[in-house]
């Protein structure tokens, strides 16, 4: 992506938009190129898509010069990417590939580990008194479970 002031919440707010929850988010600004690089490590069970449907025949043929950057059988993975250039079109960096203008983005699906037990979402809020706090709601369960290996 271009550097530029907002590229960064303008991608959260792609992703955002199909309420998708961040995990992780790095980003990096190269200077001397006036680039910037993000990455993002996103769960989909919150999202519009939790669930992991193949795209129509006609979707993946109009996506047919783009499986290289993400999986384009994949509907959830094709409604990120539209989301992504709807938000960030005018700000992402294009290359020349055997002839064809492609965006440089990546989207890439990584399988959680089978020993992960999920335990359902958890709520992040400003501490109401500390500036520099968070308060963590975290599922019963969870709570549970680290009592019973931290007593």
Same mark, same amino acid.
């Given at each position: 992506?271009?550097?530029?002031?907002?590229?960064?919440?303008?991608?959260?707010?792609?992703?955002?938009?199909?309420?998708?929850?961040?995990?992780?988010?790095?980003?990096?600004?190269?200077?001397?190129?006036?680039?910037?690089? @993000?990455?993002? +490590?996103?769960?989909?069970? =919150?999202?519009?898509?939790? $669930?992991?449907?193949?795209?129509? !025949?006609?979707? #993946?043929?109009?996506?047919?010069?783009?499986?290289?950057?993400?999986?384009?059988?994949?509907?959830?993975?094709?409604?990120?990417?539209?989301?992504?250039?709807?938000?960030?079109?005018?700000?992402?960096?294009?290359?020349?590939?055997?002839?064809?203008?492609?965006? @440089?983005?990546? +989207?890439?699906?990584?399988? =959680?580990?089978?020993?992960? $037990?999920?335990?359902?979402?958890? !709520?992040?809020? #400003?501490?109401?008194?500390?500036?520099?706090?968070?308060?963590?709601?975290?599922?019963?369960?969870?709570?549970?479970?680290?009592?019973?290996?931290?007593?």
């Amino acid at each position: 992506m271009k550097d530029e002031p907002g590229v960064v919440g303008r991608i959260i707010a792609a992703v955002s938009e199909l309420g998708i929850n961040v995990v992780n988010e790095v980003t990096s600004a190269i200077d001397h190129q006036n680039f910037h690089r @993000v990455d993002l +490590l996103l769960d989909w069970t =919150t999202s519009k898509f939790p $669930q992991r449907t193949a795209s129509s !025949t006609r979707t #993946r043929s109009h996506y047919r010069d783009y499986h290289s950057l993400f999986p384009t059988g994949i509907r959830r993975y094709v409604e990120l990417f539209d989301s992504i250039m709807a938000h960030c079109e005018n700000v992402i960096l294009h290359e020349d590939v055997n002839g064809i203008s492609l965006p @440089v983005i990546s +989207l890439q699906e990584v399988q =959680t580990p089978t020993h992960l $037990q999920p335990y359902g979402p958890v !709520t992040v809020n #400003r501490h109401a008194n500390h500036a520099y706090h968070v308060e963590i709601d975290l599922p019963a369960p969870l709570i549970t479970r680290l009592r019973l290996k931290l007593a």
